[in-house]
């Protein structure tokens, strides 16, 4: 069976390593100044370097998203960085404009080119076109339906494709939109997209101002522009029957506890489902994990249905069953310890879960043990504890706790 890569989101270095620990087969990451994030989500050259070679030991391949629609101004930075990029043994460039392809092909010619997904890439000819000027791989639209991914997969050859499985969907053509720069002068297509269309809006009648016509969809407003998240996590042996080379996560501003929990759950599935395809069985373990990170409530979006409208949801508040809890550092085999650098507000008694790549383990806090080695019954975000631990832990881990807020 063929077993396409998990590509996982790298906002910055720390969810590089998140990424890498719990099985990406790959990561893209913002080349600073030229992709379509906000800065808080790109790399500089100098960490993209050391990236590289922190991805490139574990055999992870690293993709650098370039995709912003450039202008005349930002050829020059492109021009004197791609060829830096490439000399430092990046293995894509992720591209959505013409002009920036023939740069590269000019300034960089063995680099990769990925198109990136602003290039809303619908169709067979298109996808030939692409191909027959050199890109390497297409990232499809996602609008596109599974049937026509396929029917692309098999009537073009030489070239790889590439979908999104899981994350936020906007509700223009993928990220075409101008809501975020009209309302807080952050343009989404310049990456910094302040997602008003997960606002609650209301229709007014022109000469009737005060008197809002409410759509209901929850007994207060209607959320006509917001997008529940993709997941097609329990779709994996349909994606993999359409013949793409790559499965993306979106999510380059998302948490490091966001990286580590997804990208956990897609590796688990999609090893099982090429190891043992007769006997494949989503797991609901799997699904339930993607509960535990931050959602809006998930969808199949267009995967089933070409023309349907993804569907909107009343669960405007983003909502999680667990948070995170801690980083760990390192593992303190003498003492059997863990340190653990906090991210949240812990006390003693309270049960945390350690995510190891292939296992979820429970842990209790009554010991929490401070750098000068004083019990402590809490611990705040930034701080350094001790738990006790039998087993090695591989820095990088990272712990989560329950919110207590039931989920809609
Ligand atoms: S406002 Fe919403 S639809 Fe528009 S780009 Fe941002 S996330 Fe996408």
Known sequence: MNKPELLIPAGNLEKLDTAVLYGADAVYVGVAGLSLRAQSAEMTPADLAEGIKKAH????????????????????????????????GIDAIIVSDPGMISLIQKSAPQLPIHLSTQANTTNSQSVRFWRDQGVRRIVLSRELSLKEVSEIARTVPGVELEVFVHGAMCVSYSGRCYLSAYFNRRSANEGDCSQPCRWE??????????????????????????????????????????????????????SSYYIATVTRAYRQALDQL??????????????????????????????????KITA???????????EPAGVVLQYDSVNKRILLSSKNHL?????????????????????????????????HGGD???LPFNDDVPAGALLRKATGKKLK
């Open 57 to 88: 030991a574990q055999n992870v391949k690293v993709y650098g998203a370039a995709n912003t629609f450039a202008r005349n101004a930002d050829l020059a930075k492109a021009g004197e960085i791609i060829p830096q990029l490439a000399e430092g």
């Open 201 to 254: 809006y209301r229709l007014y009648e022109s000469t009737r101002p005060h008197d809002p016509l409410i759509y209901e969809e929850d007994g207060r407003y209607s959320y006509l522009l917001s997008s529940r998240d993709l997941c097609l996590l329990e779709y994996l042996p349909e994606i993999l029957s359409a013949g793409v080379a790559s499965l993306k996560i979106e999510g380059r501003m998302k």
């Open 312 to 322: 909107t949801s009343p669960d405007i508040k983003y909502q999680q069953s667990h």
């Open 347 to 379: 006390t003693a008694g309270e049960e945390m879960e350690l995510l190891l790549p292939r296992d979820t383990v429970k842990i209790k806090t009554a010991a929490m043990i401070d750098m000068n080695g004083n019990k402590i019954s809490e611990a």
């Open 274 to 307: 090429t190891q043992n395809p007769e006997n494949y069985r989503c797991n609901p373990l799997w699904l339930n994990e993607l509960q535990k990170v931050s959602n809006r409530g998930y969808t199949t979006g267009f995967a089933f249905a070409s023309e």
């Open 384 to 386: 350094c504890v001790y």
